[in-house]
Nanobody, 118 residues
Framework: QVQLVETGGGLVQPGESLRLSCVAS????????MGWYRQAPGKQRELVAR???????TYADSVKGRFTISRDNAKNTVYLQMNSLKPEDTAVYYC????????????WGQGTQVTVSS
């Protein structure tokens, strides 16, 4: 059974940084794309950033230039470096991966809270 475990959320002040990590485990043969989504109270879940197996990355316009997604294939891990955080970045952040085991399926982490407040 594949599991995704996120770490790194917390409470920070505007302008500060956080780094989120998400590790996948459980019978993994390979991982296609990895991504981070977020959901703020009363809003729909939105894609923040995605990185493909060839290293290409895409970002939401709201985080371009501030957030960087990266991956370590040997560790089945995806990271999200978040700099210059703003109050509007406050949300629960979820990692997402398309994982190949016997089957090819999409998996989600449990979510980690990021709060940006002075």
């Amino acid at each position: 059974q594949v599991q995704l475990v996120e770490t790194g959320g917390g409470l920070v002040q505007p302008g500060e940084s956080l780094r989120l990590s998400c590790v996948a485990s459980g019978g993994i043969v390979g991982i296609n794309h990895m991504g981070w989504y977020r959901q703020a109270p009363g809003k729909q879940r939105e894609l923040v950033a995605r990185i493909f197996s060839d290293g290409r990355a895409t970002y939401a316009d709201s985080v371009k230039g501030r957030f960087t997604i990266s991956r370590d294939n040997a560790k089945n891990t995806v990271y999200l470096q978040m700099n210059s955080l703003k109050p509007e970045d406050t949300a629960v952040y979820y990692c997402n991966m398309v994982v190949q085991t016997i089957f090819r399926r999409e998996y989600w982490g449990q979510g980690t809270q990021v709060t940006v407040s002075s």
